[in-house]
């Protein structure tokens, strides 16, 4: 007899592995998604694939944020960051140039987040105007004040120090290269593992 050929050898291993049932293939579709924020952050309506990507992704989908961005509006990031921690994939962010003002609110606030070695983070407080009465300008800006300055919380917290969080909310900027923005990053990390773990449920004991 002769050599038997490459498809019968193929052939013969297909109809072991059946047979004795050792090996099982099992096919899993995924999905990559790639979001470019590399221009002005505008009007929220301009993000609804984003929302509706991340609002439908399923557990083996992957959404990966591309960051050079100036930064923009911040209403629209708020969606961003909500529909992201619902988001059932995995969910990250990498900043490959400019991560300025709300900007660098979204690369802080993804789960994971790649630095590249071009990469420049700007942080500030919100700029914003009102129109109308006394009363009512100062009513609308005592609130604005406060929703910004809790998302500044939201997102900054062990990035930048109490301290400097502080001198955020009262108009100082801060910049960052791509080495301070990874040391930086990765302290938030460690300061959100250790509130999560402050969170989470204390076991009784019996």
């Not at 050929?5 to 990559?32: K, P």
């Not at 609002?55 to 992957?62: G, L, Q, R």
């Not at 490959?96 to 590249?116: H, N, T, V």
Request: with cysteine.
């Amino acid at each position: 007899m002769g050599k038997a050929n490459d498809e019968e050898i193929m052939l013969m291993m297909g109809q072991q592995q059946q047979q004795n049932g050792l090996i099982r293939s099992i096919q899993q579709q995924f999905n990559a998604h790639l979001i470019f924020i590399d221009d002005d952050i505008g009007d929220p309506a301009m993000y609804r694939d984003v929302i509706h990507c991340l609002a439908t992704c399923n557990e083996n989908d992957t959404v990966n944020f591309l960051i050079n961005s100036n930064g923009g509006r911040t209403d629209s990031i708020w969606q961003i960051i909500e529909a992201m921690k619902g988001c059932r994939g995995d969910v990250c962010a990498t900043v490959i140039g400019s991560a300025y003002s709300a900007a660098s609110m979204l690369a802080c606030m993804a789960p994971e987040c790649y630095i590249a070695d071009s990469a420049e983070f700007m942080l500030h407080t919100a700029h914003y105007g009102s129109i109308g009465t006394v009363p009512n300008v100062k009513g609308q800006t005592d609130f604005a004040t406060k929703q910004i300055n809790r998302l500044l919380d939201i997102c900054y917290a062990g990035f930048l120090t109490p301290k400097e969080l502080e001198e955020l909310k009262n108009g100082r900027e801060w910049w960052f290269d791509a080495d301070e923005a990874r040391e930086r990053m990765l302290k938030r990390q460690i300061y959100l593992l250790k509130e999560s773990k402050k969170k989470a449920p204390r076991k009784v004991k019996e």
